[in-house]
């Protein structure tokens, strides 16, 4: 990586720098202005202005920390000291007119942390997967290959990578083909199954659980990758005291077309040319408080937007955590399963 990877001009929007941010593995962008280093911006900066209900059109400057850390040249030596001091990841060396001339971070080696979220993990893996047909006329959706190994197996390993051993599977379409598959290869985790006798739709089948999720556990569709830190993730759910924390990611689309607004006697009342549009969507995955599982009805079939809807009606705390366009692989359509494969191939994941 290259300092130029990692430098960003105060009026770039907040969309350009999260999209950068993405490319970087250090989630933290110095802010220039006139090629002169001013500030820094991190992931953890962007999603508190989301979270304080700001706007999705805001410009760096205007969410970029503006008293950052940093270091003269002739100090460089002292720059893995003052790194530990402040406990950041990367401190930017700089000369006496302000300007970058180089960054430093430590290695690999220093950054590799233990993981340990050993939390329960459920995945909806019953549904029919009729956008993905013909692939599902043969096999259950949760076993399409993406790659080498299923859709199921990369979700457990994104998941076991930080930790999670216990493994909850609810199926029902061709399940005894995802439960030959699981008890065949060789993990360190363990899955435990959940039969549905009827499909019990994206929340109902949490109620065949009564009684063994007793703890904080992660809930995810079958067709999704989230590629953040799960642990993060946990520590906010648990600092806001939320019931349920929905994942949901920013969504940004350019409509290729010039967009007209009629006014009450069919007069043109504004044209915006090729307008964009951004917006934050559910992603299918949560962390969520059992007393969620044994507040269901059994065998009731229920979306669980529609349980979140029951609990926030209740007066009960749901959240979000925002994540960025990039953090979130939809494989439920075969244009995105494609995608998910040629972004997983170039990553060796």
Not at 63 to 91: D, Q, R, W
Not at 170 to 176: A, E, P, R, S
Not at 332 to 349: A, H, I, V
């Amino acid at each position: 990586m290259e300092v130029k990877d990692l430098l960003i001009d105060e009026e770039s929007s907040m969309i350009e720098a999260m999209k950068q941010l993405d490319k970087v593995a250090m989630k933290v962008l110095f802010v220039l202005r006139n090629e002169k280093f001013i500030a820094a911006i991190t992931d953890g900066d962007i999603r508190r202005w989301i979270l304080k209900k700001g706007s999705l059109d805001a410009k760096v400057k205007d969410i970029a920390n503006y008293t950052p850390k940093f270091i003269s040249l002739k100090h460089k030596a002292l720059a893995k000291e003052h790194m530990k001091k402040y406990s950041i990841e990367a401190l930017p060396i700089v000369d006496e007119n302000m300007e970058i001339v180089s960054i430093a971070s430590w290695n690999d080696e220093e950054l590799k942390v233990k993981r340990n979220l050993d939390l329960p993990v459920v995945v909806m893996a019953g549904g029919l997967g009729t956008r993905l047909y013909p692939y599902t006329k043969i096999l259950p959706k949760p076993l399409i290959p993406i790659g080498e190994i299923p859709i199921a197996e990369h979700i457990i390993n994104r998941f076991n990578k930080y930790g999670c051993k216990d493994f909850f599977l609810i199926v029902n379409h061709k399940k005894n083909m995802i439960k030959a598959y699981f008890n065949e290869i060789e993990k360190d985790y363990k899955v435990n199954y959940a039969d549905e006798d009827k499909p019990l739709g994206t929340g109902g089948g949490l109620s065949l659980l009564k009684g063994q999720i007793d703890k904080t556990f992660i809930l995810s569709n079958c067709d999704i990758l989230i590629e953040e830190d799960y642990e993060k993730i946990y520590q906010y759910h648990k600092k806001e005291k939320n019931l349920i924390t929905m994942i949901c990611s920013l969504k940004h689309i350019k409509i290729p077309y010039g967009v007209i607004e009629i006014g009450e006697h069919g007069e043109i009342e504004t044209m915006k040319e090729k307008p964009e549009l951004s917006f934050f969507t559910n992603t299918g995955c949560y962390i969520v408080e059992p007393k969620v599982i044994e507040e269901l009805e059994e065998a009731k079939s229920i979306g669980f937007p529609d349980i979140i809807e029951k609990h926030k009606s209740r007066g009960e705390k749901i959240g979000i955590y925002p994540i960025s366009e990039h953090s979130w692989m939809d494989m439920g359509q075969l244009d995105g399963m494609e995608e998910t494969r040629k972004r997983l191939e170039n990553e060796g994941g």
